[in-house]
């Protein structure tokens, strides 16, 4: 079954209650060509699950060239632990480095975070994206009460479909929190971040990402000189718009 004959929006209703390995299985199944988004501790428990159903499964990653060296070595544990490839996004080259010779390596303190993220994020995954009919991120509703609270476990990609193609996000832990995820890495010895034992919730680029205090939100540490409801990096537009 492709994009075009996947009712996705009967499906989100039906799969509402089902668990993130049922959701995993029916993307699985009516996808061949589908990825997931890996970055963070709830994408490394969604790959647990995966491999289970589909061990060579395709997982991509976003290298910005600005992300801690605890990530990179985090990254090599979980292509080595699980046996997969990891495809590793760069920027473009020459995009990148106009953009830092024009305005630096941290304009985005005076500016935001938008321009960066565009080059060293969005203008990658929309290229990882533009081979590909649906793809599996770890978004929560309860990771932003600003921006992700709606999430749905799968939509229609409206910011990467195009007119000719739709593209299929599935978010199955949409409906988990952060305690049901850390719950399974602990039960499960799934790989995480060092950074977590920091004081780090939310890990994104170093220069934007800081570590936070006990019962501080953890979309706190990101981005933290912006607005609450501008923190998202472009990947996921459609939650800024509602
Ligand atoms: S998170 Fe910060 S460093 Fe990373 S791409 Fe966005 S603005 Fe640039």
């Known amino acids: 079954m492709t994009a075009v004959t996947f009712d996705v929006d009967k499906l989100a209703a039906e799969y509402n209650d089902k668990t993130p390995s049922d959701i995993l299985a029916l993307a699985i199944e009516h996808f061949e060509n589908l990825s997931i988004s890996f970055s963070g501790a709830e994408d490394v428990v969604l790959i647990d699950m995966a491999v289970q159903i589909k061990p060579d499964i395709n997982v991509f990653s976003l290298d910005t060239g600005r992300l801690h060296p605890e990530t990179y070595q985090f990254i090599e544990r979980v ?5 997969i490839q990891i495809d590793l996004m760069s920027p473009d080259q020459k995009q990148l480095e106009k953009f830092v010779q024009d305005k630096g390596l941290y304009s985005f303190y005076q500016d935001g975070h938008q321009e960066c993220c565009g080059i060293r994020k969005v203008m990658p995954l929309r290229r990882a994206l533009s081979t590909l009919d649906a793809w599996i991120t770890g978004q929560r509703q309860d990771q932003s009460p600003d921006t992700r609270q ?25 409906g988990w929190t952060s305690q049901q995820v850390w719950q399974y890495i602990r039960e499960n010895d799934v790989p995480f971040n060092e950074l977590h034992s920091k004081g780090f919730a939310s890990i994104g680029c170093e220069p934007c990402t800081r570590a ?4 501080q939100h953890e979309r706190e540490g990101r981005w933290w000189w912006e607005e609450a409801t501008k923190k998202e990096c472009g990947l996921h537009v459609d939650n800024i718009k509602k």
């Open 150 to 174: 709606g999430i749905p476990v799968m939509q229609k990609d409206n910011a990467f479909s195009s007119a000719d193609r739709t593209l299929i996000k599935f978010n199955p832990l949409a």
């Open 79 to 83: 292509r080595n632990h699980y046996n």
């Open 212 to 215: 936070v205090l006990p019962n």
